[in-house]
């Protein structure tokens, strides 16, 4: 863990965030500045910096966070009306955060193109 990092500090505990999934790998909560009515931040318990820093071995890490935004999509009921999956990776890449990190977005319509 990196204790300067935000995520490590809520994974930690030492932070509050409205922790909606936890299991032995991944953390789910709702973001502090959503974008959407349905913003939820997907993230791995262990600090990964960023996309780019996840290596071969850790690659179905991926596979289950995708899994568990499909769950909570429709635990939030916008499995059927639709929603997003975003990663940024780096800061021109759009990440604030560096630990790898999924939005899942949705609610409402979103926008038809990206950016």
């Known amino acids: 863990m990196e204790m300067d990092c935000i995520f490590c500090q ?3 505990g030492e932070l509050s965030g409205e922790i909606i999934y936890q ?16 913003h ?7 600090h990964i910096p960023s996309l780019i820093h996840l290596s071969e071995a850790e690659a179905q890490l991926m596979g289950h966070m995708v899994n568990i935004a ?6 939030e009921g916008i499995s059927e009306s639709g929603y997003r999956l975003v990663v940024n990776c780096g800061k021109e890449g759009g990440q604030v955060v560096p630990h790898l ?15």
């Open 10 to 12: 809520i994974v930690a």
């Open 40 to 46: 939820l931040l997907i993230i791995p318990k262990r």
């Open 23 to 38: 299991d032995e790998e991944v953390i789910a909560f709702r973001d502090i500045n959503p974008q959407a009515p349905i």
């Open 70 to 75: 499909n769950q909570l999509a429709k635990r």
């Open 101 to 115: 990190h999924l939005h899942l977005l949705g609610g409402r319509k979103l926008s038809d193109t990206l950016g």
